[in-house]
């Protein structure tokens, strides 16, 4: 049985590790553009909404993307754990360490205290007072979650954008 030095010298490790990597971007890119949607689409519409139309704007997305990102969530937790453990040793190991905290930060936020206000908008809101608070409540706590998501997704660029400019540019090269 190959020791772990061994496994992480070979070939194929370096590969699955840049893969790792990837995917983490990818789930933060995804969840930096669900904030992006929200922030510059959806919440502008907030007062135009009423106890008659607010349902199909935002329940049926909520309970969908709800679905959708707990499996990313997991995913992003798992990949920055072994993203921490392959870059323990280099000085870019406090990216992976950030994206997690800022990950378990926003599911913290998210769970706490926006399902509360996503589980009232599903049994239908009939006051129309009661609907704005929620709605103003909502669109606040998920742009604090926004600059998390924002957050784990511009260290993940630096990552990716830090190492294809040293492979680009050799330290000979760089001023």
Not at 67 to 85: C, E, N, P, Q, Y
Request: aromatic letters at 16%.
């Amino acid at each position: 049985m190959p020791s772990l030095l061994q496994v992480a010298k070979a070939p194929w490790f370096s590969k699955a590790m840049l893969l790792n990597h990837a995917i983490l971007f990818l789930c933060t890119s995804m969840y930096m553009g669900t904030g992006v949607s929200l922030v510059f689409f959806s919440f502008p519409i907030i007062p135009e909404l009423t106890v008659d139309n607010y349902y199909l704007q935002y329940v049926p997305q909520i309970q969908a993307a709800t679905d959708f990102f707990t499996i990313v969530t997991k995913i992003m937790l798992t990949t920055s754990v072994i993203m921490i453990v392959a870059e323990w040793k280099q000085a870019t190991r406090w990216i992976p360490i950030v994206v997690f905290l800022a990950v378990v930060a926003a599911a913290t936020l998210t769970v706490k205290l926006i399902f509360p206000f996503n589980a009232e908008m599903a049994r239908h809101v009939t006051d129309p007072v009661r609907l704005q608070f929620i709605l103003h409540e909502f669109a606040r706590l998920s742009t604090i979650r926004f600059g998390l998501w924002s957050l784990q997704w511009l260290l993940m660029l630096w990552y990716f954008v830090r190492w294809a400019y040293l492979s680009r540019y050799p330290a000979s090269t760089r001023g």
